[in-house]
């Protein structure tokens, strides 16, 4: 059983800063990519960001300069890092990986979520 837990949530002022980590645990052959989405209330979930297992990363334009994504591959854990917050970063943030639980199967994974607000 495979399992992503997020952690590092909480509430900021604007302006601040948070890191957002994702442990995954459980039998792991190897993780592909990993993603970071999140849900504000009353709208759609969305992409953050992502990155594949060889580094690349790709984000959405309204963080693009502010959140970095990264990986540590010996530790099945993902981070955001997310600087110079903004009250419309407010949401429900969710890790999400493709992990390989063998070598012919894989499926994607997503985190309980961890909540985040920015007070102005």
């Known amino acids: 059983q495979v399992q992503l837990v997020e952690s590092g949530g909480g509430l900021v002022q604007a302006g601040g800063s948070l890191r957002l980590s994702c442990a995954a645990s459980?039998?792991?052959?190897?993780?592909?990519?990993m993603g970071w989405y999140r849900q504000a209330p009353g709208k759609q979930r969305e992409l953050v960001a992502t990155?594949?297992?060889?580094?690349?990363?790709d984000y959405a334009d309204s963080v693009k300069g502010r959140f970095t994504i990264s990986r540590d591959n010996a530790k099945n854990t993902g981070y955001l890092q997310m600087n110079v917050l903004k009250p419309e970063d407010t949401a429900v943030y969710y890790c999400?990986?493709?992990?390989?639980?063998?070598?012919?199967?894989?499926?994607?994974?997503w985190g309980q979520g961890t909540q985040v607000t920015v007070s102005s």
């Open positions: 999400n990986a493709a992990i390989y639980t063998s070598v012919f199967r894989k499926r994607d994974y």
């Open positions: 459980g039998i792991i052959f190897s993780i592909n990519a």
């Open positions: 990155i594949t297992s060889g580094g690349d990363t």
